[in-house]
């Protein structure tokens, strides 16, 4: 197993840990930035895995098929534990995931025959702005200022996780009218 491969494991062996410091008090006052620091560290993982396999040639068929499953579980895992937090209102959850549930579909359906689909500009720009706004509710300051700016994070997050939706529905509807 090469590299990138064995990060994209270590990331999802890193979730079950992150959500334990983060839905409990297992480290006193210091669990929401063990947490913290294990979400930056899984969410950095992704980001190494993928350059280092395109850098090097290590592209495999199991990185691209658990790459992107590791990257959905973290964060789905994230948003899950937000609302149990009240941190998130579930139906703003169940949008973020349903999107990541309908591209997965997409590319499998395209990729049985034989059609590759990118990533484009505005899931690349969901993703920093999910990233972002989990840093945000993981470390959840309690001030009005922190406040807004999490619900800015939350409801943009939202925006781009629509319009990258619709943006990849629409550039790729021949996959669609294949069907």
């Known amino acids: 197993m090469n590299l990138p491969n064995k990060l994209t494991l270590f990331r999802v062996i890193l979730i079950p840990f992150f959500l334990v410091f983060l ?4 480290a ?4 929401k930035y063990i947490a913290l620091a294990i ?19 290590l592209v495999t068929n199991f990185g691209k098929f658990m790459d992107p499953i590791a990257d959905k579980l ?11 937090m009240g941190l998130l ?12 549930f309908i591209i997965s ?3 499998l359906v395209a990729s049985d ?8 500009w505005w899931g690349k720009f969901k993703t920093a702005f999910q990233m972002i706004m989990c840093i945000l509710l993981i470390i959840n300051i309690n001030n009005c200022v922190m406040d807004v700016i999490e619900m800015v ?3 943009i997050s939202l925006a781009l996780a629509l319009i990258s939706l619709a943006d990849y529905l629409i550039k790729n509807r021949k996959v669609i009218s294949d069907m």
Do not use: C
């Open 89 to 100: 209102p579930a139906w703003i959850v169940i949008i973020l995931i349903a999107r990541e």
């Open 153 to 155: 994070f939350v409801y």
């Open 113 to 120: 025959a034989g059609i590759v689909l990118a990533a484009s």
């Open 23 to 26: 839905l409990t008090d297992f």
């Open 39 to 57: 979400f930056a560290l899984a969410s950095f993982t992704d980001f190494l895995d993928g350059k280092i396999a395109r850098s090097r040639n």
């Open 28 to 31: 006193g006052a210091s669990s």
């Open 74 to 84: 973290l964060v789905s895992s994230a948003f899950i534990a937000f609302v149990q």
């Open 105 to 107: 579909g997409f590319r």
